[in-house]
């Protein structure tokens, strides 16, 4: 059932319901063009999502302006194995998706398959420390505003809806990683309370006590 959890500025935040999945994968696809899982292709990445949904659908969350859904927000609790079933649901997808990638020379392909094929669909070193080892805690997996509704603070009202998201599945603390080259998202965690944990040459950890 889709709940409301708060209206700012003629901006709904609300549970997502499965209908919703599309309107989301359309998002990713707008707002992270060269990312790898973007370069999966619209179905796999819907199924990508949906894996994480049938899990934990209370842990979807989005902005809606005027009907139309222009951010969301996403993740999972500690022990998640959302992403080992969607490897193991779609392995031939998968397997052919990525020759065709490899064929074309796709560096974010050949980054991931260098890893292992049991990694490609996890974040770097910190993610896994993350997925891993963060008893007790929730993870911010994903969140994306369409750049046309940019800078009307929908990013920070989807991380606190997020957490609120997390309280409700009493979990106390989050944790999300990001790109060092991301500027405008560690802005956003920083404003939104969120201290650095760990920090590699490629990436960051933040986390947050609620």
């Known amino acids: 059932m889709e709940t409301k959890i708060t209206t700012d500025k003629g901006i709904v935040y609300r549970t997502a319901a499965k209908d919703d999945l599309a309107a989301i994968v359309a998002v990713h696809l707008e707002c992270f063009k060269g990312y790898f899982l973007s370069e999966l292709g619209r179905d796999l990445l819907h199924k990508y999502y949906l894996e994480f949904y049938a899990e934990n659908p209370e842990l979807f ?3 809606e302006e005027s009907g139309t ?3 969301f927000v996403m993740g999972m609790l500690d022990g998640s194995t959302a992403r080992k079933m969607f490897v193991k649901n779609n392995m031939f ?3 052919l ?3 065709a990638l490899l064929l074309t020379l796709n560096k974010n392909a050949w980054s991931r398959l260098i890893g292992g094929f049991s990694s490609l669909f996890k974040r770097k070193q910190i993610s896994d420390e993350i997925s891993s080892s963060s008893v ?3 993870t911010l997996l994903s969140i994306a505003v369409l750049p046309g509704s940019s ?4 990013g ?3 991380v606190f809806s997020y957490e609120e998201l997390i309280k409700r599945s009493n979990y106390n ?3 999300l990683s990001v790109r060092a080259e991301n500027t405008g998202a560690i802005a956003l965690y920083k404003k939104c309370g969120y201290l650095v944990y760990k920090e590699t040459e490629s990436e960051l950890g933040f986390h947050k006590m609620l």
């Open 173 to 175: 603390k989050c944790r």
């Open 69 to 71: 859904i222009v951010g």
């Open 136 to 138: 007790g805690y929730g």
């Open 93 to 95: 997808s998968l397997g």
């Open 97 to 99: 998706r990525m020759s």
């Open 156 to 158: 920070q009202n989807l």
């Open 61 to 63: 969350a989005v902005a």
């Open 151 to 154: 800078g009307k603070g929908i």
